[in-house]
């Protein structure tokens, strides 16, 4: 008998065969591999691009930049929503800016950074811009719902701070922390990229996505685009794993 887990494995694993199945019929229906080339087209054009010079130097290129970014975005995020969380006036003072990054398109950024900046690390400033006012946000929700009375309760019993931590802040920010995680990982990669496509910075993903859109090279284009989907969720499964981890080795101290 199939347990839960394994039942959705299967559901998602049939789910992304009919998606595969329609994308074939539909390539084959519009009968041209220029305007929709098919899943198979797509999958040998990644084979041999795995196997040409530079693909792992312009894969790393991205992969590091948007990294960088989204841990740059993560611990300022996380250290100014401690700020914000203790001091109001820092909430007050930052909430325009918060505001104004996550309501200014990212092309705007990407345009004002290239007036500024080398193309070069277009994709970290732009992932860092998109993943700190989500880290900031949710954080800040999250030491917001912290129960007061429990709070409270600590001071009259005394208990240290990292009791504290384990047993009051922690479950409280814990969801927040991972939810905040779950959604900026996506948009730094969409972000990161897109950034790239505009500026495209030598042996960057972007760059060959920009070529392949040049050349109306779609086979390029989609094997480049699967590429990006892969990593963008491998990196976001390793790094919620490992923050899971992380978070529970606290808990169980």
Same mark, same amino acid.
């Given at each position: 008998?199939?347990?839960?887990?394994?039942?959705?494995?299967?559901?998602?694993?049939?789910?992304?065969?009919?998606?595969?199945?329609?994308?074939?019929?539909?390539?084959?229906?519009?009968?041209?591999?220029?305007?929709?080339?098919?899943?198979?087209?797509?999958?040998?054009?990644?084979?041999?691009?795995?196997?040409?010079?530079?693909?792992?130097?312009?894969?790393?290129?991205?992969?590091?930049?948007?990294?960088?970014?989204?841990?740059?975005?993560?611990?300022?995020?996380?250290?100014?929503?401690?700020?914000?969380?203790?001091?109001?006036?820092?909430?007050?003072?930052?909430?325009?800016?918060?505001?104004?990054?996550?309501?200014?398109?990212?092309?705007?950024?990407?345009?004002?950074?290239?007036?500024?900046?080398?193309?070069?690390?277009?994709?970290?400033?732009?992932?860092?811009?998109?993943?700190?006012?989500?880290?900031?946000?949710?954080?800040?929700?999250?030491?917001?719902?912290?129960?007061?009375?429990?709070?409270?309760?600590?001071?009259?019993?005394?208990?240290?701070?990292?009791?504290?931590?384990?047993?009051?802040?922690?479950?409280? !920010?814990?969801?927040? $922390? #991972? &939810?905040? +995680?779950?959604?900026? %990982?996506? =948009?730094?990669?969409?972000?990161? *990229?897109?950034?790239?496509?505009?500026?495209?910075?030598?042996?960057?993903?972007?760059?060959?996505?920009?070529?392949?859109?040049?050349?109306?090279?779609?086979?390029?284009?989609?094997?480049?685009? !699967?590429?990006?989907? $892969? #990593? &963008?969720? +491998?990196?976001?499964? %390793?790094? =919620?794993?490992?923050?899971?981890? *992380?978070?529970?080795?606290?808990?169980?101290?």
């Amino acid at each position: 008998m199939l347990d839960s887990k394994n039942k959705r494995i299967i559901a998602k694993a049939s789910a992304v065969l009919l998606a595969l199945l329609v994308w074939q019929t539909a390539s084959i229906v519009v009968g041209s591999e220029l305007l929709l080339v098919s899943p198979i087209g797509v999958l040998k054009r990644l084979f041999t691009l795995v196997g040409e010079t530079g693909f792992f130097a312009t894969v790393g290129f991205t992969l590091s930049r948007i990294a960088i970014g989204f841990f740059a975005g993560l611990l300022i995020g996380t250290l100014l929503a401690l700020l914000a969380g203790r001091f109001q006036i820092v909430e007050i003072l930052l909430w325009p800016y918060m505001i104004t990054v996550k309501s200014v398109p990212v092309a705007s950024f990407v345009v004002i950074a290239l007036i500024w900046f080398s193309a070069s690390g277009l994709s970290t400033l732009i992932s860092f811009l998109m993943v700190l006012p989500i880290i900031y946000t949710n954080l800040l929700d999250g030491i917001k719902s912290v129960d007061k009375k429990m709070l409270q309760m600590a001071d009259v019993f005394k208990m240290p701070h990292f009791r504290r931590l384990r047993f009051i802040w922690l479950p409280s !920010v814990k969801p927040f $922390l #991972l &939810s905040g +995680c779950k959604i900026s %990982l996506g =948009l730094a990669w969409k972000s990161g *990229v897109a950034a790239e496509l505009i500026g495209y910075p030598e042996g960057s993903m972007g760059e060959a996505l920009y070529y392949s859109k040049l050349f109306l090279n779609t086979a390029d284009l989609f094997a480049w685009t !699967v590429v990006i989907v $892969l #990593l &963008s969720v +491998c990196f976001e499964k %390793l790094f =919620l794993f490992a923050l899971k981890r *992380v978070l529970k080795g606290v808990e169980s101290i």
